[in-house]
């Protein structure tokens, strides 16, 4: 079974700063990887998502994650966060299963 | 127009009640599932459907039972509520099984009191 592991729970960070998401997987397959991000009361909304070819992948609202396969790592970037931005962040893996993380809640300060 | 949806929205009930969640999907995909996610945000597969036969069954009480009349529908029926049932269960689809993204639904708030 994969599994996917989410280092930070929380992450502060103000206003126009750098962020990054971590995300470690553990697969003995091929896997698909993703980001979601959940705003209070709503549904996953997809961010971003690796199937195959180039390691690097830019998604919707200036994210980006790189796909580092020799460290099994999917890591979320973003240059400069918005107050918009805060919110759950859901990295997952699947194989036919979606296994998601336990999420990390990035809360972006003024 | 919405692409996944779930009815209803909210829902509280007593102890001992069975209810259901209703999920409908208008994207024409093969694959549908529902996700429970507890009260620390943790996310857990239940179900899946693919062209409405079940591929797979977690391991969930047998009180709940997954129906899925025809490939844009997969309804969840929850026998004997619980208070552990509490949770936002959410309902998601996908075109196919493992390569491509699931799409979410709003979810559903269960409360059991």
């Known amino acids: 079974a994969q599994s996917v592991t989410q280092l930070d729970s929380q992450v502060p960070v103000f206003e126009e700063a750098p962020v990054e998401l971590r995300c470690n997987y553990s697969s003995s397959v091929s896997v698909y990887l993703f980001w979601y991000v959940q705003y209070p009361n709503q549904g996953l909304q997809l961010l971003l998502k690796?199937?195959?070819?180039?390691?690097l992948v830019k998604g919707i609202n200036g994210f980006e994650a790189e796909f580092n396969k020799s460290q099994t790592s999917f890591h979320l970037r973003k240059p400069s966060v918005h107050i918009s931005d805060t919110a759950e962040y859901f990295c997952?893996?699947?194989?036919?299963?979606?296994?998601f993380g336990s999420g990390t809640k990035l809360n972006v300060k003024p | 127009d919405t692409a996944v949806s779930q009815t209803p929205k909210y829902l509280v009930t007593q102890m001992g009640n069975d209810k259901s969640i209703k999920c409908e999907q208008n994207l024409g995909h093969d694959t549908m599932y529902w996700y429970k996610q507890d009260s620390k945000k943790f996310l857990k597969i239940m179900f899946s459907y693919n062209n409405k036969e079940l591929i797979i069954n977690e391991t969930v009480p047998n009180r709940f039972s997954p129906k899925s009349p025809d490939k844009a529908h997969l309804n969840l029926h929850i026998n004997s509520l619980e208070l552990g049932d509490s949770a936002v269960y959410f309902c998601?689809?996908?075109?196919?099984?493992?390569?491509?993204?699931?799409?979410f639904g709003q979810g559903t708030r269960l409360t059991v009191v």
């Open positions: 998601a689809s996908s075109p196919g099984i493992g390569n491509s993204e699931a799409f």
């Open positions: 997952a893996v699947s194989d036919g299963k979606f296994y």
């Open positions: 690796y199937l195959s070819g180039s390691t």
